[in-house]
């Protein structure tokens, strides 16, 4: 079974810009959650989608946002990108109430 | 609130050495346990996972055991690898469908 996949894995921004990360679950998978990695504040979870629905949400700002299609597939956006959003942006999906797999994240730099 | 406590990196250890990193969670209810790893430049990798208390969850000769009386959840190699090398991440969630919470992480280089 092919792993959870996220595109792109590296993004060059500037401050103000917009950016979508997109994520692919494993087949079968219907929840995706969402996971910020930075050196300063660790693993922080951002939002979780099952069944296009958004189940629970982390405590990020309002320029953090989500969706989740009809084949599991989901996305997040970012609007008005600041210096301090540069992470790695880890997607991970599971059955929906067991054990996540990650993906490899997207690297995102904001300059 | 949930959290997890793991000791403080990095760790370094000759090859073959025996490898314990600590990790000790607060958590209403009963969570499941997960150490995951992460290689350079890649995503997190489930190692291994235990649901209940008493349970051992073991991996390419990594072993965890759920230890409900002391709340900890330490990881263990007998004998370390140079391709063991990596940052590790333990992790709980409580039932139903909550996020994971980690801890700060470990990293670990070992040395030929």
């Known amino acids: 079974k092919a792993g959870v996949t996220q595109t792109p894995r590296y993004l060059i921004k500037t401050r103000g810009q917009q950016v979508t990360l997109s994520c692919s679950p494993i087949?079968?998978?219907?929840?995706v959650s969402w996971y910020q990695q930075t050196p300063g504040q660790g693993l922080q979870f951002l939002f979780e989608?099952?069944?296009?629905?958004?189940?629970n949400k982390g405590n990020f700002p309002g320029r953090f946002s989500g969706r989740q299609f009809s084949n599991s597939r989901s996305e997040m956006n970012v609007s008005t990108l600041e210096l301090g959003d540069s992470a790695l942006y880890l997607c991970?999906?599971?059955?929906?109430?067991?054990?996540?797999?990650f993906g490899p994240g997207t690297r995102l730099t904001v300059l | 609130g949930n959290s997890v406590t793991q000791m403080e990196g990095p760790v370094t250890l000759s090859e073959e050495a025996f490898l314990t990193i600590n990790c000790t969670y607060t958590a209403t209810g009963y969570p499941s346990l997960f150490w995951y790893v992460q290689y350079p430049g890649e995503g997190l990798q489930l190692l291994l996972k235990a649901t209940k208390a008493d349970d051992k969850g073991s991996n390419k000769g990594f072993e965890a055991t759920y230890r409900k009386e002391t709340t900890s959840f330490h990881l263990e190699k007998g004998s370390v690898q140079v391709s063991d090398s990596a940052v590790y991440f333990c992790a709980l969630s409580t039932s139903g469908n909550t996020p994971l919470v980690f801890g700060k992480g470990t990293r670990l280089s070992v040395i030929a």
């Open positions: 989608y099952f069944s296009e629905t958004q189940r």
């Open positions: 991970a999906s599971s059955l929906g109430h067991d054990t996540q797999y």
């Open positions: 087949s079968g998978h219907r929840s």
